[in-house]
């Protein structure tokens, strides 16, 4: 399945500024961790799924594959290159879809500015029950989601984002806690987006474990969860039943080089 959240990001990153300051979300921006905040301006690391490997071996044939991972190569603010290393030579439509699969979930390693995705909209506050609902509304009329709704809780911490565009509805719960290693600052811990395509509904969970490096906080662990169920209607034999079918994957992120300059020569060899 589709990382929807990731594409619902990438379709909300825009360059032209279109609204008043909302308080909340510069706080929200403020008090969230990321590694980029601790100085990590040049990053290496791995990434491995587990099975990758038996997965390709049974469904295609690519010959003998070894230890199928990825290794990433990142620059500040957001410059990056994704090898894919234990294919054989060539298969580059193969590499470029295992690309995508990881690419995907370096939000989770490196997280954007949050508040840099709603740039082109335009923003309205109101306070709720259980804390502020800032409405991102786009009154150009171009744009891919033409609405989001944000709600903040009463410590302006996020807690859910609701996309609603033509055709669908979107809603991903965000879960956070301060860790040992974050100085006080709001660490991701999961996030739960729920949708309904037609008559399916689609729930999907990425849970998402750390290790300290050096002092800084980077997933160890991301632990994904997919659900979706569909409605059979009723025939005159049988009653309407509900049919479920559940997938999953886990992501281990390991060996971080930090600030060694390896990415910065990686970039300057491929130019």
């Given at each position: 399945?589709?990382?929807?959240?990731?594409?619902?990001?990438?379709?909300?990153?825009?360059?032209?500024?279109?609204?008043?300051?909302?308080?909340?979300l510069?706080?929200?921006?403020?008090?969230?961790?990321?590694?980029?905040?601790?100085g990590v301006?040049?990053?290496?690391?791995?990434?491995?799924?587990?099975?990758?490997?038996?997965?390709?071996?049974?469904?295609?044939?690519?010959?003998?594959?070894?230890?199928?991972?990825?290794?990433i190569?990142?620059?500040?603010?957001?410059?990056?290159?994704?090898?894919?290393?234990?294919?054989?030579?060539?298969?580059?439509?193969?590499?470029?879809?295992?690309?995508?699969?990881?690419?995907?979930?370096?939000?989770f390693?490196?997280?954007?500015?949050?508040?840099?995705?709603?740039?082109?909209?335009?923003?309205?506050?109101?306070?709720?029950?259980?804390?502020?609902?800032?409405?991102?509304?786009?009154?150009t009329?171009?744009?891919?989601?033409?609405?989001?709704?944000?709600?903040?809780?009463?410590?302006?911490?996020?807690?859910?984002?609701?996309?609603?565009?033509?055709?669908?509805?979107?809603?991903?719960?965000?879960?956070?806690s301060?860790?040992?290693?974050?100085n006080?600052?709001?660490?991701?811990?999961?996030?739960?987006?729920n949708?309904?395509?037609?008559?399916?509904?689609?729930?999907?969970?990425?849970?998402?474990?750390?290790?300290?490096?050096?002092g800084?906080?980077?997933?160890?662990?991301?632990?994904?969860?997919?659900?979706?169920?569909?409605?059979?209607?009723?025939?005159a034999?049988?009653?309407?039943?509900?049919?479920?079918?559940?997938?999953?994957?886990?992501?281990?992120?390991?060996?971080?080089?930090?600030?060694?300059g390896?990415?910065?020569?990686?970039?300057?060899?491929?130019?």
């Amino acid at each position: 399945m589709k990382n929807i959240f990731t594409l619902l990001l990438i379709a909300m990153s825009f360059t032209t500024f279109a609204q008043e300051k909302i308080e909340e979300l510069e706080q929200y921006e403020i008090r969230s961790y990321a590694p980029q905040k601790s100085g990590v301006k040049d990053l290496v690391f791995e990434a491995r799924i587990d099975n990758l490997t038996e997965i390709l071996q049974k469904n295609l044939t690519l010959g003998k594959l070894t230890d199928v991972s990825f290794k990433i190569y990142w620059l500040s603010p957001s410059q990056y290159q994704i090898e894919v290393h234990g294919l054989p030579k060539g298969f580059q439509e193969v590499k470029s879809d295992l690309i995508q699969l990881i690419k995907g979930k370096l939000e989770f390693v490196l997280p954007e500015s949050f508040s840099e995705k709603f740039k082109a909209y335009t923003l309205k506050a109101e306070p709720v029950a259980d804390g502020k609902l800032i409405r991102a509304i786009d009154q150009t009329y171009t744009m891919a989601v033409p609405e989001v709704d944000i709600l903040m809780d009463k410590t302006g911490t996020l807690k859910t984002v609701e996309t609603r565009a033509p055709m669908s509805v979107v809603k991903t719960e965000f879960f956070h806690s301060p860790k040992s290693w974050s100085n006080g600052k709001l660490v991701l811990d999961k996030i739960v987006l729920n949708s309904t395509q037609g008559a399916v509904k689609i729930s999907s969970t990425n849970d998402i474990e750390y290790q300290n490096v050096n002092g800084i906080g980077f997933p160890s662990k991301i632990t994904i969860k997919n659900v979706a169920e569909s409605k059979v209607p009723a025939t005159a034999k049988e009653k309407e039943k509900t049919v479920k079918s559940e997938t999953g994957t886990v992501i281990r992120f390991s060996k971080y080089e930090i600030n060694t300059g390896k990415a910065q020569r990686y970039m300057d060899s491929k130019k």
